[in-house]
T-cell receptor
Framework: GAVVSQHPSRVICKSGTSVKIECRSL??????MFWYRQFPKQSLMLMAT?????????EQGVEKDKFLINHASLTLSTLTVTSAHPEDSSFYIC????????????FGPGTRLTVT | GNSVTQMEGPVTLSEEAFLTINCTYT??????LFWYVQYPGEGLQLLLK?????DKGSNKGFEATYRKETTSFHLEKGSVQVSDSAVYFC??????????FGTGTQLKVEL
């Protein structure tokens, strides 16, 4: 099946700094990617829908100025957590939608962010 | 809005035991339903899906039937293996291909 990668897999940053997480579709072009956040022992919560060449669509309650999403190419979307705080510590997961007939979403392995 | 409720884990079974993980949903319209599996250290993988009422999704010995009358999509496997140990997520797809997930159920299969 299709492969989606994320980088880095783990990152630790200090409070007040910004962190960028990359999501890449390795063997297909994805016009749409999704960013999720997963809290311990909880479900994945959709944060935003990222569309190539246009602005991301954020879910209710997600601060667009804090979680900057850029989908500059058909294989890369980035999530930047700006001015990170300890409460932003979480597991961030991206997915990319197959443009083919299956419309299946392929998920990255996730990025563990820890803000100290 | 849409929501998915699945049984809490962890679920611990002996190898070759029968598995059921319950999943019910609330949604407008007729969403597609999915089961995803997350093995340790890996991303979510689609296990099976069903797109309309009475459809049965199946893969790797796992099955789930889309029951509109009970708004359920329970996951079953007749004989689990140690390699099935993972976290299982039930999900539905609403408008805009947005997925709504359940909280996940951890399955541990022991020899």
């Amino acid at each position: 099946g299709a492969v989606v990668s994320q980088h880095p897999s783990r990152v630790i940053c200090k409070s007040g700094t910004s962190v960028k997480i990359e999501c890449r579709s390795l063997d297909f072009q994805a016009t749409t990617m999704f960013w999720y956040r997963q809290f311990p022992k909880q479900s994945l919560m959709l944060m935003a829908t990222s569309n190539e060449g246009s602005k991301a669509t954020y879910e209710q309650g997600v601060e667009k100025d804090k979680f900057l999403i850029n989908h500059a190419s058909l294989t890369l979307s980035t999530l930047t957590v700006t001015s990170a705080h300890p409460e932003d510590s979480s597991f961030y997961i991206c997915s990319a939608k197959d443009p083919g007939p299956s419309y299946e979403q392929y998920f990255g392995p996730g990025t563990r962010l820890t803000v100290t | 809005g849409n929501s998915v409720t699945q049984m809490e884990g962890p679920v611990t079974l002996s190898e070759e035991a029968f598995l059921t993980i319950n999943c019910t949903y609330t949604a407008t319209g007729y969403p597609s339903l999915f089961w995803y599996v997350q093995y340790p250290g890996e991303g979510l993988q689609l296990l099976l899906k069903a797109t309309k009422a009475d459809d049965k999704g199946s893969n790797k010995g796992f099955e789930a039937t889309y029951r509109k009358e009970t708004t359920s999509f329970h996951l079953e496997k007749g004989s689990v293996q140690v390699s099935d140990s993972a976290v299982y997520f039930c999900a539905l797809e609403g408008g805009g291909n947005k997925l709504t997930f359940g909280t996940g159920t951890q399955l541990k299969v022991e020899l």
